[in-house]
């Protein structure tokens, strides 16, 4: 039942209205005062405000200003006087959603509180079909649905809640280090600190002070003691960026640390005892580093307990639409505008589909964000991507196998039959996803692919 709360200051009007809706199966609560409605409005899960204008203390523009920042989403219906038009007008502008003259009649009066109470029944199921899909689609911050990404957080729940040291390979922009914090937000040592090290970002000599601390005098510029980062992430999760990186020296000594749980600092003798968890990562194939003499074949069979390999964005198209929107979601906030972008051009996702993605879901944001700054109303269109973007899109559609002299129709067929196949291929032969990207309907899809007799049935390597 919708609950509707009543706000005006003269005594017998709350309830008069109550129950003119109470009849129409509202549930409706009453106040004198705009401090008595901020009350209820703590107190009760309202589905509408229905306010007079002119109240003394706190006002209804006012109230409408409480309201809003409480939930900018609320319905309010501001009732006003003849002489009070133009405040009714301002409340308006400062996102009331209608207003209705005294003295009104109870027909318009329900009409305008039904049309009210169906657009928040609206922004209710919005929100939760939005956690839904959340919940659904989502690991921490990681975005996938994909068959490959399903696995992975699989792999996650698995061995999040154990002790063993985890080795995530993909190519940078894939999101190891959202993988590595997944796992430790969603261990035992969540309250315990979160390390993280790229070990291609310092020389050698710096990255050993980085991860073991050392002594005051260990070296020029040492003028005090500093604890390491394995000290730093004791009873934690210690996260090695680009392990591949490390020199045979570094590789020998964390070795040294995995196994014995011990180190010293540099310049140091005491040996330190710590309890740590270690998740290294990598954008480089390790059994290819051994093969070429640079990485330990011990150290990485101590950092290959658990392997998980993070794909491509180009290997799970149908995460593009899906991340796509969390991306825009994301940005809204930060858009130095009163429109919030809603939707993208269908244009545009065939774009983001035919993209290759080098930069992967990193390069898919900073695409995204771009666009969102660039974006003028509601929708992003092809022109707020940048030309460099768009120039480096591969149409991969290829008008082929026409015979000379084909007729109009046949041509047409060829065409239709290879745009089909393409976005079935680029959206993972999902055919509710092929379907948008030609801008159809999904049993037109099935009827053209029946048609014409389509082998969609993607073929395995």
Known sequence: MDTILIVDDEKNYPLILSAVLDEEGFETLTANSGQEAL?????????????DMKMPVMDGIELLEHIKKKDAELPVIMMTAHGTVEKAVEAMQKGAYNYILKPFDNERLVLY??????????????????????????????????????????????????TATVLIEGASGTGKELVAKSIHYNSARRSAPFIAVNCSALAETLLESELFGHERGAFTGAASMK????????????????????????????LRVLQEKVFERVGGTKTISVDIRLIAATNKSLRAEIEKGRFREDLFYRLNVVHIVLPQLKERPEDIRPLLYHFIDKYKSERNSDIP????????????????????VRELENVVER????????????A??????????????????????AKLYDTLVNVEKQMILHALKKANFVQAHAAELLGIGKSGLNQKIKKYNLDINPKQD
């Open 39 to 51: 009350e209820r409005l703590n107190d009760s899960d309202i589905d509408l405000v229905l306010t």
């Open 113 to 162: 509180v039904n049309k009210a109470v169906v657009m928040r029944r609206v922004i209710k199921e919005n929100r939760r079909l939005r956690e839904q899909v959340r919940s659904q689609f989502s690991f921490g911050k990681i975005i996938g649905k994909s068959k490959k990404m399903t696995a992975v957080f699989d792999t996650i729940r698995k061995v999040a809640p154990t």
């Open 227 to 254: 604890k390491g980062r394995f000290e730093l992430a004791d009873a934690g999760t210690l996260f090695l960026d680009e392990i591949g990186e490390l020199s045979q020296g570094l590789q020998v000594k964390l």
């Open 341 to 360: 972008v809603t939707r993208v051009e269908q244009e545009v996702e065939r774009l983001f589909y035919d993209y290759n993605w080098p930069g992967n």
């Open 371 to 382: 666009a969102m700054v660039m974006c003028p109303g509601d929708t992003i269109r092809v």
């Open 384 to 405: 707020d991507l940048s030309s460099d973007f768009r120039e480096n899109v591969t149409d991969v559609l290829q008008v082929e196998g026409i015979p000379p002299n």
